[in-house]
């Protein structure tokens, strides 16, 4: 009984660490409290018998009481569950197999932790100093391998974050690997014939192994499928910025027709009801500020810039611009539309939250220089600015799932064209730089 509930003591806490991310049902605490209750009892009531197919037999069956316990306590469909199930059990074994081959090295022989796997019944009348001391090192083992596979996968996963594991007969295929080697294991330590130190060590060494190479293959499962659905929804951006950019560019050209037009009738209505000049000449000015069309020789480009310009008008923001748009005839109008549009929205979102508005300025260079175009956005900003491990910045907001595509959309276009991009945040000012090769 002692193997069982220590086994399923292992169990729970390495599920503990691989789910505390997860969507949690209601009442969490008291569904997890009534659950683990209920399977150390199960475990407490399991006799043991020391034989290979037994143990194994027992073992599974527990963890699968343990995953249809985790079903309880969390909202999250079933292969989820089984997925970090899985992950549980293969960080219950690694540190099980690391524990055991630390104790060979210490002792240079047999591992007492074999032992505890095999006593059906312990005597706290006979503890001495020499079992708390193995006892001891023990747990230490346990929490070293535990906080390693905290740091290294379950930390990785964003909070609430929907898994979306598709490919299911993968995660079966880790979970069927990691159960042939906990069987092959059983097999060996039971199998009742003394094994060498190095015999030991070896067996101990390539399980471990083996569990890491799950665990790898099991979270770049969930890398894989992120950074699917990162590409299909920046995908998607890039096809409505096509759009958008074929919208606007009509509704701007629009704007100008009318403002053109409007003009003449000004000065028609001025001169049949004879209105000063100055009056007149407010009139056609304020007018110019909607005719105002930027001319970069790139249409794509004059019309973000246009429309930019608007937006920038209406909160107080200067827009400095010198761009030399034949530079970027190499590129499609939609790529150019979405890249200087998505980072003229960010340093616009930036600068809008300064209180100083005469540090509400924006600068945008776009030459050539020795067959590569050099682009620069540059803003001031607030607060302080994190990156992510892609080098791009982490965004502020709550909702984090729903932002950040704007800069992966400026990356994803650079890399599309050949082309480095690099971002600084130093002294109170982002710079935005991208270098792309002129392509003839």
Request: with cysteine.
């Amino acid at each position: 009984m002692f193997s069982n509930f220590l086994f399923m003591i292992e169990i729970l806490v390495a599920e503990l660490l691989m789910t505390l991310r997860l969507k949690r049902n209601g009442a969490y605490r008291l569904r997890m409290l009534l659950v683990a209750t209920a399977l150390i009892g199960v475990s407490l009531l399991i006799p043991t018998v020391n034989t290979a197919w037994y143990s194994c037999l027992i073992y599974l069956g527990m963890f699968a009481l343990s995953v249809i316990g985790l079903k309880i306590i969390y909202n999250e469909p079933w292969i989820n569950v089984v997925f970090c199930g899985v992950a549980a059990y293969t960080a219950q074994h690694l540190a099980y197999q690391f524990t055991n081959l630390v104790f060979t090295l210490v002792l240079w022989g047999e591992s007492p932790l074999f032992d505890m796997y095999h006593i059906a019944e312990i005597d706290v009348t006979t503890l001495s100093w020499e079992t708390v001391f193995w006892g001891a090192l023990y747990v230490m083992g346990y929490f070293t391998v535990y906080m390693a596979v905290w740091f290294l996968f379950a930390k990785k996963l964003n909070k609430n974050e929907d898994l979306k594991i598709k490919n299911r007969s993968l995660v079966f295929l880790i979970g069927g690997s990691l159960i042939l080697n906990i069987v092959l294991n059983s097999l060996v330590v039971f199998s009742g014939e003394t094994q060498t130190i190095v015999s030991s060590i070896v067996l101990q060494i390539s399980g471990s192994f083996n569990c890491l190479l799950l665990l790898q293959w099991q979270f770049e499962l969930v890398r894989s499928r992120r950074l699917e659905v990162e590409l299909n929804f920046t995908e998607k951006l890039l096809a409505q910025a096509q759009e958008q950019y074929a919208f606007s560019k009509e509704n701007i050209d629009l704007i100008n027709l009318k403002c053109h037009d409007m003009k003449h009738q000004i000065r028609e209505i001025g001169s049949v009801k004879q209105l000063d000049a100055e009056t007149i000449t407010d009139l056609e000015r304020s007018i110019s500020v909607y005719d105002s069309v930027v001319k970069t020789e790139n249409e794509a480009l004059d019309v973000i810039l246009t429309e930019k310009s608007f937006k920038c008008l209406r909160h107080d923001i200067i827009l400095n611009c010198i761009a030399d748009g034949k530079t970027l005839d190499f590129m499609k109008n939609s790529d150019v539309y979405s890249l200087f549009g998505n980072a003229l929205d960010n340093a616009i979102e930036a600068v809008m939250k300064l209180e100083d508005k005469s540090r509400r300025v924006i600068g945008l260079k776009v030459y050539s220089v020795g067959g590569l175009v050099t682009i620069n956005v540059k803003n001031f900003f607030d607060g302080d600015i994190t990156f992510n491990a892609d080098g791009l910045p982490g965004t502020t907001k709550k909702d984090k799932g729903l932002h950040g595509y704007g800069m992966k959309s400026i990356s994803m276009i650079v890399e599309k064209y050949g082309g480095d991009l690099s971002l600084q945040a130093k002294n109170g000012v982002f710079n935005l730089n991208i270098l792309l090769p002129v392509k003839q």
